[in-house]
């Protein structure tokens, strides 16, 4: 999750002293790195994934399936440098990175994939089963093989963990008491172990001046507790000054209510990031990538479950969003609950530069970038007016990017200007100290604490070697709920690199106003969002927006070509001559895959998963997911994801992906 910094991380109110500094020096090295890098041209098109897993603890005596918090210990022993790097990361071209939950492992190809090869297309799978393997053996490696006694530790693939925050979720049972994060529900025995991640918790809380606080509907079945009050098992705790908080507003009532940046950055995801032929192509990428991420959210649907509780919609997003907002009330624009200051723990001379944010640090974009043509100097085919929701900037960033260099256009200005618009959550002691600064770091620390839906990532400024062996351009794609198999998440990847490559191909036109995407924003968070709602969209060559299914957007209707066949032109014209039958086959199944989800004839993980508690026999039609459920459910979803369950596997699948599945099943374990 971002960047990782070693070193002793400052609390809030010690690192708001250099708030000014980080911003200045994350400035200068902006400056510097569109100065260095700005006409980098025929660039590879590049790219890798990044998957989060859960280790989970499958207990089968006493029928549990827990977080593991015992085994991040994997972590340290591939870290680079280290002997198991050596031999087990690096010959299977893999690289584990930690992450936000003491339960997870972040893990990416070591080097990314190249776009141009078929062949890479079909790595790209291999490359994550050798994943889920090296952490399997890891474990064993280490701990014995547990296979044939009633306890054992595997990486999934999921987006939430169902019973997070629920009594005794972890493998090992901790009190909810911690420092960081004063939840009522996470102890923060769940936290990474490096200090930057409980200190992010605790600053995030310190700022906005209480806990953060989550609310995510409640599916209303039939026996559910009244939607008209608040979740009735909220503990009362005098034991901290924000225990009172959801007695005062924070807990809305039919709702689920979470209290702590682990709900949030407890969740994994997919995120895919590409590299552009030059900066122009990268903004084309990222303006024309920004319209399909309500879309591929809502296509990628696998979150129906948080804190034990059925929600009533389908995705993570959201959760996140609130579960790392860190903006003071007058920032948010509310009252502050009682006893609590407008400002939060934002010193009060600097108050004047607090102004009206509308969005969390981890939202959905607020601007596009402009299909800038920096030889004649214009847009193509954006107009400023799509840039229509409100874009709160940092006045002084705005100002220096303009007049210090020649290399911001407005439209691109505006976009760090708004970025910068926040604080820095973490400043370690060291890097404020550390004199002329040698890599990113005050810029990564705002940049890479803006979570959006897609990130604009710019190259280094400070490079070693030879600046064209540095990674150019690139947009991040950040939206997709990660699947529970390999297959899945390798399709995922592959539909979104290959719909890419063919926008910089065809160079079709996206755009509709910003604030359409935003409405489809919320509609992808909806239940069933996919087969029951519609997302305002662009018709193809004309210049018209309107709502569509996503049936429609993905596979095309009689006024429109969908993404789907225009991906398949792409392929025909590009690999048809060049790939063997094996490999069109396995591109084709990836395609099938996301054009069946959208046609609702195979459903999505979200809805799967609904099903699967609902029809369970000790459901009580109550929206509760006990955890006998959630043992079972895991149980299930892991014999998804070794391809073991066949009956499952054509479930979730339908018989001609799930028998496709079930025949490669040798190959792909
Ligand atoms: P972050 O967490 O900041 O997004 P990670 O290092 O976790 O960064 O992931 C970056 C992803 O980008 C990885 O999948 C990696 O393979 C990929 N990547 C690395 N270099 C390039 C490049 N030059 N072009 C495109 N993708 C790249
Ligand atoms: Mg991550
Ligand atoms: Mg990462
Ligand atoms: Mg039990
Ligand atoms: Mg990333
Ligand atoms: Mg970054």
Not at 30 to 52: H, P, Q, T, V
Not at 85 to 108: Q, S, W
Not at 390 to 412: A, C, G, H, W
Request: glycine share 4%; net charge negative; proline share 5%.
């Amino acid at each position: 999750m971002g960047l990782l910094s070693l070193g002793t991380p400052l609390s809030f109110t010690e690192g708001e002293k250099h708030v000014e500094h980080v911003h200045t020096r994350g400035i200068a090295d902006l400056i510097k790195s569109f100065k260095i890098n700005y006409d980098r041209s025929n660039e590879k098109f590049l790219w890798g994934d990044e998957l989060e897993y859960m280790l989970i603890n499958f207990n089968r005596e006493k029928k549990t399936a827990t977080l593991d918090v015992e085994h991040d210990y994997i972590l340290s022993n591939f870290d680079e440098g280290t002997e198991k790097y050596k031999t087990k990361c690096v010959p299977n071209d893999i690289l584990y990175h930690p992450e936000y939950g003491r339960f997870m492992v972040e893990a990416t190809p070591l080097r990314p994939y190249d776009g141009d090869s078929i062949s890479d297309f079909l790595y790209v799978e291999k490359n994550m089963a050798a994943r889920r393997k090296i952490m399997i053996d890891e474990i064993i490696d280490v701990d014995g093989d547990t296979t044939n006694t009633h306890q054992e530790v595997i990486p999934l693939s999921i987006t939430a963990f169902p019973i997070m925050g629920t009594k005794e979720f972890t493998n090992k049972v901790y009190e909810a008491n911690g420092q960081a994060s004063h939840s009522l529900f996470l102890p923060d025995q769940i936290i990474n172990r490096h200090a930057r991640f409980p200190t992010l918790t605790k600053n995030i809380r310190t700022r906005r001046g209480s806990k953060v606080a989550i609310n995510v509907p409640i599916y209303p079945d039939t026996h559910t507790q009244p939607l008209d009050e608040i979740d009735h098992n909220i503990p009362k705790r005098d034991l901290f000054f924000e225990d009172s908080e959801p007695f005062l507003g924070a807990a809305k009532p039919g709702h689920i209510y979470m209290d702590s940046m682990g709900f949030g950055m407890g969740c994994s995801c997919l995120q895919v990031t590409m590299q552009a032929p030059n900066i122009d192509a990268s903004r084309y990428l990222y303006d024309s990538l920004l319209p399909i991420t309500p879309i591929l959210l809502s296509l990628s649907a696998a979150t129906p479950i948080f804190k034990g509780t059925l929600a009533d919609q389908d995705v993570r997003w959201n959760v996140i969003s609130n579960a790392v907002d860190d903006r003071t009330p007058l920032e948010r624009d509310v009252k502050p609950m009682e006893n609590h200051q407008d400002i939060g723990g934002v010193r009060p001379d600097r108050r004047d530069n607090l102004q009206p944010i509308d969005k969390s640090r981890y939202d959905s974009i607020s601007s596009y970038l402009g299909d800038y043509d920096h030889e004649t100097k214009s847009y193509k085919n954006f107009k400023k007016s799509f840039n229509d929701l409100p874009l709160p900037i940092n006045q002084s960033v705005l100002d220096r990017l303009t007049k210090e260099s020649d290399y911001f256009d407005e439209v691109m200005a505006q976009h760090f200007a708004h970025l910068f618009i926040r604080d820095p959550l973490v400043v370690f002691s060291e890097k404020i100290t550390d004199g002329d600064s040698y890599n990113d770091d005050h810029f990564q620390n705002i940049q890479s604490t803006n979570w959006q839906t897609l990130r604009f990532k710019p190259p280094t400024a400070h490079h070693h070697g030879c600046l064209s062996d540095t990674p150019g351009w690139r947009v991040e794609f950040r939206p997709l709920e990660i699947q529970i198999t390999d297959f899945e998440n390798a399709a995922y990847s592959v539909f979104l690199i290959l719909l890419s490559k063919a926008i910089l191909k065809y160079k079709p036109n996206f755009y509709i106003p910003i604030s359409l995407i935003d409405e489809n924003m919320i509609t992808a968070h909806k239940r069933n969002s996919l087969g029951d709602d519609k997302f305002w969209y662009r018709f193809k060559d004309s210049n018209d927006w309107d709502r569509l299914s996503i049936n429609e957007i993905i596979n095309g209707n009689s006024q429109f070509i969908g993404l789907i066949p225009l991906v398949e032109k792409y392929v025909s014209l590009t690999f048809n001559d060049v790939a063997d039958a094996q490999q069109l086959e396995a591109v084709s199944f990836y395609l099938k895959l996301i054009a069946y989800r959208a046609s609702g004839k195979i459903p999505t993980l979200a809805s799967y998963i609904r099903q699967f508690v609902m029809q369970h026999p000790d459901y009580k039609h109550d929206s509760i997911v006990s955890h006998d459920i959630n043992y079972d459910l895991l149980c299930h979803l892991r014999g998804i994801g070794d391809y073991r369950d066949e009956k499952a596997l054509v479930g979730l699948f339908g018989e001609e992906i799930g028998e496709y599945l079930i025949n490669n099943r040798k190959k792909r374990r």
